[in-house]
């Protein structure tokens, strides 16, 4: 089956530690994003990329960072210096041309809860 | 700049009651617009969209229509069910890389 894997589900961090979420996608999408839930919220743009070893900045970029070594895989990684990490984390992926190419599509979430 | 406005929940509703969402939106140029559902401790998925002015977008019963001259893309149903209980999200797409601003959601809860 295609789609979007996270690992873990749910990741506990003390507080100065630095953590690396996973995110795998098998669908062959060119973009990959990574967005911030917090309660009662909606989703906010942390990090995004649209090719292999390229990525921009969204709108809370500060205290995160990515990577995008593989067309498949865009980990993030919550640094020490995010001072209010605790959230919910969303990854998504989505074509950049063709009929679906403005469709993102949603991996399950990884919940993070700083210590 | 861009932005959606979803009315506040949460929403409760009886089985079988209508159900309208409302949604809207500010944009420059002619974003796609979409609505997610996102069930307890999952992640978000794509129940409808539409990518021009007058789309219907429809899905297990769900409808919205894009309406440029109310900037508004209203979430419908015309009989819930116990399972639509959920947290929706109106969205829409914008830029090249096609990146998504989202509303704040609104919490349905459907009781039998």
Redesign the interface.
């Known amino acids: 089956d295609g789609g979007?894997t996270?690992s873990p589900k749910y990741l506990f961090r003390k507080e100065g530690q630095n953590v690396t979420l996973s995110c795998e996608q098998n669908l062959n999408h060119d973009?990959m994003?990574w967005y911030r839930q917090d309660p009662?919220?909606?989703?906010?743009?942390i990090y995004?990329s649209?090719i292999v070893n390229d990525f921009?900045k969204?709108d809370i970029a500060e205290g995160y960072s990515v990577s995008r070594e593989k067309k498949e895989s865009f980990p993030l990684t919550v640094t020490s210096a995010q001072k209010n990490p605790t959230a919910f984390y969303?990854c998504?992926s989505?074509e950049?041309a063709g009929r679906l190419?403005?469709?993102?599509?949603?991996?399950?979430?990884t919940r993070l809860t700083v210590l | 700049g861009n932005s959606?406005t979803q009315m506040e929940g949460p929403v409760t509703l009886s089985e079988e009651a209508f159900l309208t969402i409302n949604c809207t939106y500010t944009a420059t140029g002619y974003p796609?617009l979409?609505w997610?559902v996102q069930y307890p401790?999952?992640?978000?998925?794509?129940l409808l969209?539409a990518?021009k002015a007058d789309d219907k977008g429809s899905n297990k019963g769900f409808e919205a229509t894009y309406r440029k001259e109310t900037t508004s893309f209203h979430l419908e149903k015309g009989s819930v069910q116990v399972s639509d209980s959920a947290v929706y999200?109106c969205?829409l797409?914008r830029g090249g890389?096609?990146?998504?601003v989202?509303?704040?959601?609104t919490r349905l809860t459907i009781n039998p």
Do not use: M, N
């Open positions: 979007i996270q973009a994003y009662g919220q909606g989703l906010r743009l995004y649209q921009q969204g969303l998504a989505s950049l190419v403005d469709t993102q599509y949603f991996g399950p979430g | 959606v796609s979409f997610y401790g999952e992640g978000l998925q794509l969209k990518t999200f969205a797409s890389a096609q990146k998504l989202f509303g704040q959601g």
